[in-house]
């Protein structure tokens, strides 16, 4: 039976599952593919299926925000999917941190609210290790440079008082900001399979998050490159992932 909001059944997904949140996104990573088709596009979800160096990948987009991620996420798992790697945007909360940059969270402050709905705000979002590990040495085989630590998901650009919150989590060492990442991490947990998030770091620290968006859309920055790179190595941390798993055979 076809899930109701992504309109896929069980032979439509595979094992292993990336997760733009932009459906112009997947025929991005499509470009990267040897093979693939498109499965099923209704409302934000976007989903194609193929192959990469032999292995085969689902790609789903889901829209923006925590609710719809993890309707994507649960429908996914309910089709047999068991290891997810997000590949988004961020804002970075870490004058550091450079538009291209990747960032690489480990564990996520839970500001959205879906995942409130599940379990209480004590309950914490993290990354699976063994995802987490395979993405770091994926990285530093490709030379990338990457930012591994702390970061936040929210559920608003435009609040009136931003520039406040993101200077709060500056001083806590939080990396950065998306929507979606805190939300997929812990219904990940909850139901036990593998999640691990890329991000692409859009917006500067204290720059204006609209200008910086208007920049993205219009393919005239580095987050270009960025985009690039978060696909590639969610690519391969999967390719090499699937190596070992297959070898263990």
Not at 122 to 129: D, G, H, K, L, R
Not at 130 to 151: A, E, Q
Request: negative net charge; glycine residues 6%; proline residues 2%.
């Amino acid at each position: 039976m076809k899930q109701p909001h992504i309109l896929c059944s069980d032979n439509d997904i595979e094992k292993m599952v990336i997760l733009p949140g932009d459906p112009e996104r997947v025929l991005r990573v499509a470009g990267f593919l040897d093979t693939w088709e498109e499965v099923a596009y209704n409302r934000e979800f976007r989903t194609i299926k193929g192959t990469y160096k032999e292995m085969p990948i689902t790609v789903t987009s889901t829209g923006i925000g925590g609710a719809s991620a993890t309707i994507a996420l649960e429908e996914l798992i309910a089709c047999g999917a068991k290891y997810f790697i997000r590949i988004g945007s961020a804002g970075a909360c870490n004058n550091q941190i450079d538009i291209g940059d990747l960032i690489i969270p480990t564990g996520v402050v839970r500001e959205e609210g879906a995942s409130r709905m599940y379990v209480s705000d004590n309950y914490p979002a993290v990354a699976s290790f063994n995802l987490l590990r395979v993405i770091n040495d994926t990285s530093i085989k490709l030379g990338y440079k990457t930012f591994m630590g702390i970061t936040r998901s929210h559920d608003s650009f435009y609040i009136d008082n931003e520039r406040e919150i993101m200077k709060h989590w500056n001083s806590k060492n939080v990396l950065g900001s998306d929507m979606e990442t805190s939300a997929i991490y812990t219904v990940g947990s909850l139901r036990q399979i593998h999640v691990a998030s890329i991000l692409n770091n859009v917006v500067r620290y204290e720059a204006d998050v609209k200008d910086a968006i208007n920049d993205y859309v219009d393919d005239e920055t580095k987050a270009t490159e960025g985009e690039k790179k978060e696909i590639i190595l969610a690519l391969e941390s999967f390719y090499n992932l699937y190596c070992e798993l297959f070898d263990n055979q």
